[in-house]
């Protein structure tokens, strides 16, 4: 009986991006949350700081997988299930580099900041519009899709562009007021807003009909589903942002519109949002109690429960509602207890080798429950 633990770099995925994802999204959530919490801004800065160095090791370790095992590391993206998860990488520069704008500014200054986050940001949106393009290309014309096949991790490679929207609003305030330069950033952000969101409607249509007409999987894909709360979060993000830095780029009538549009567009979101944290909680602690094992899919539990706090944060500021500020702060204690939880278990699975064994080649098939009576 072969006992061999997986090599380090034997079968290391793009999925484990999803770590810097939910690690770097704390410290945003964090530094945007509208309610005042002593020390909080310090924590924040202290898990940008794990972030970046995350990022760092695991592009270091990356780059060794391809030059150890070129072979393993170009199967990922023949295999249906891990190479949408391609997008993880685009999403976790850009996080980063949020993360530096927020708060790496009372650390490495405003300067250094803003550099790296340009570096950051261009890196990240390019990369994540090759992913929002291949990917699906690959599904359209390569890739074996069952009529059970849809799930959470279809939306990896579109939401980068979303994600990168977000991070672009955050870059306009430091951008030079002469020229088109913000104006340009502002309506290109918008763009990649609506390629995305676009894009994750229709997938998350495909999920929810293949919820209705199959059931889940029963397995450690099931905590994918939360990541259909990452492009409706994200995109009340862009758009609260977007709106608030309206004014810097285009004349009065286009920024009042824009912050209007912030709340008429984010609100109703917002709702359909917090029914769907409903409904992925119920299905997630059914698959615990059936004895779900841990994978590296548990970080589908952070990063989207981060867009919905700094979603939810951007409505409190628009709004002025104390009613939405206690929202994010009640979901970042959420993000908080599980980011802690998810990342205990990744450290120590890690450890022990089993999360870096070989992705399923197999389809991963849904099933309801047997009929009562």
């Not at 949106?125 to 393009?133: C, D, E, K, V, Y």
Request: glycine share 12%; with cysteine.
């Amino acid at each position: 009986m072969n006992t061999q633990r997986p090599s380090l770099l034997g079968y290391l995925g793009p999925n484990w991006f999803a770590s810097v994802m939910g690690t770097g999204i704390v410290a945003t959530a964090g530094a945007s949350l509208p309610v005042h919490v002593p020390g909080l801004r310090g924590f924040a800065l202290v898990v940008w700081v794990i972030s970046a160095v995350l990022l760092i090791l695991l592009i270091l370790a990356m780059l060794g997988h391809w030059v150890r095992n070129p072979v393993v590391a170009r199967s990922h993206v023949r295999n249906p299930q891990m190479a949408h998860f391609y997008g993880a990488a685009p999403m976790a520069l850009l996080t980063v580099a949020s993360g530096a704008l927020l708060v790496g500014t009372d650390l490495i200054g405003v300067d250094a900041a803003v550099g790296l986050a340009w570096v950051l940001w261009t890196a990240g949106t390019l990369s994540g519009l090759f992913t929002a393009m291949s990917i699906p290309y690959l599904m359209f014309t390569q890739y074996r899709v069952e009529p059970d096949a849809a799930f959470g991790g279809w939306l990896m490679p579109v939401v980068p562009p979303m994600v990168a929207a977000a991070t672009g609003g955050l870059l306009i305030p430091h951008m030079s007021e002469g020229g088109s330069g913000r104006a340009t950033m502002l309506y290109g952000c918008y763009a990649m807003f609506g390629l995305s969101l676009i894009a994750s409607l229709i997938i998350i249509t495909m999920v929810w009909s293949r919820l209705a007409h199959f059931g889940t999987s029963g397995t450690a894909r099931v905590p994918t589903l939360w990541i259909v709360l990452g492009p409706l979060g994200q995109s009340i993000t862009v758009a609260g942002l977007l709106g608030s830095d309206a004014a810097l780029a285009v004349d009065a009538p286009l920024a009042d519109g824009m912050r209007i549009f912030a709340v008429l567009y984010g609100v109703p979101v917002w709702g359909f949002a917090v029914l769907w944290i409903a409904l992925a909680t119920a299905l997630t602690v059914r698959t615990i109690r059936r004895g779900m094992p841990f994978a590296l899919t548990w970080w589908s539990l952070t990063f989207p429960v981060g867009t919905f706090v700094t979603g939810t944060s951007q409505l409190a500021f628009h709004t002025g509602l104390p009613a939405f500020a206690g929202a994010a702060a009640v979901a970042y204690v959420g993000l908080l207890s599980t980011w802690l939880l998810v990342a205990v278990r990744t450290v120590r699975g890690g450890l022990q080798g089993g999360l870096f064994a070989p992705p399923a080649a197999d389809p991963i098939r849904a099933r309801k429950d047997p009929p009562v009576g």
